[in-house]
């Protein structure tokens, strides 16, 4: 059964950086692509971006391009999403999520304001 668990969210001033995890488990994380995904409530999930398998290829959203950095350790089963120059609009709820499974982890909140 695939699991993916979320962490590292919390409040940070704009301008400030964070850094989430997504660990996997229940399939060969090293064999598939991972993606982001972030939510603001009542509102369609929007895509962060992906990274391929061995964390060659990486897209991002046009909103992140430039202050989102994806990557993984699939030693460590872990997805990164490091967040720097952080701004209001991307307070939301941030999902790990495989695309290959349709999986989702439970999420974690990322919430931006001085």
């Known amino acids: 059964q695939v699991q993916l668990v979320e962490s590292g969210g919390g409040l940070v001033q704009p301008g400030g950086s964070l850094r989430l995890s997504c660990v996997a488990s229940g399939f060969i994380f090293k064999l598939y692509p991972m993606s982001w995904y972030r939510q603001v409530k009542g509102i369609q999930r929007e895509r962060v971006g992906e990274i391929s398998s061995g964390g060659g290829l990486i897209d991002y959203s046009d909103s992140v391009k430039g202050r989102f950095t994806i990557s993984r350790d699939n030693a460590k089963n872990t997805v990164y999403l490091e967040m720097n120059d952080l701004k209001p609009d991307d307070t939301a709820v941030y999902y790990c999520?495989?695309?290959?499974?349709?999986?989702w982890g439970q999420g974690t909140q990322v919430t931006v304001s001085s």
């Open positions: 999520h495989a695309p290959t499974f349709g999986d």
